[in-house]
């Protein structure tokens, strides 16, 4: 599932990732604005099925703060460039500081990525 703001710039990156993951069309994510309540973020995320899947696709600095916070960290900032990523998995119920983080990949890195994989792909 992927929740995008409805920041134009946001919405067309989440179609983006759906086309590429095949994925469904975002969904829209009014808590995903700048500036808007985490807890109710967090409320709306821990009520999906705790196997899902869920790509967030908003601004900074409020996602990088919301990673902190998932991570147990109140004053660990991620700083997420235009395009970087980053993966947080729970084991147990979504709330913060039981998130663990897979990986934290910058816009350059995602790049090299894409290319490697366009060329298996048509290669």
Not at 88 to 113: K, Q, S, Y
């Amino acid at each position: 599932m992927i929740l995008t703001s409805w920041f134009k710039r946001a919405q067309q990156t989440a179609d983006l990732l759906a086309e590429e993951l095949l994925a469904p069309a975002p969904a829209l994510e009014p808590t995903l604005e700048p500036g808007s309540s985490q807890r109710t973020l967090l409320e709306h995320l821990a009520a999906l099925e705790s196997d899902q899947t869920v790509v967030l696709v908003g601004h900074e600095p409020d996602l990088g703060e919301l990673a902190g916070l998932l991570l147990g960290r109140g004053d660990l900032h991620l700083t997420l460039k235009k395009a970087g990523a980053c993966l947080i998995h729970f084991v147990a119920d979504l709330e913060p500081g039981e998130g663990r983080l897979d990986w934290f990949l910058t816009p350059r890195i995602l790049r090299r990525v894409g290319r490697r994989a366009g060329k298996q792909v048509t290669g």
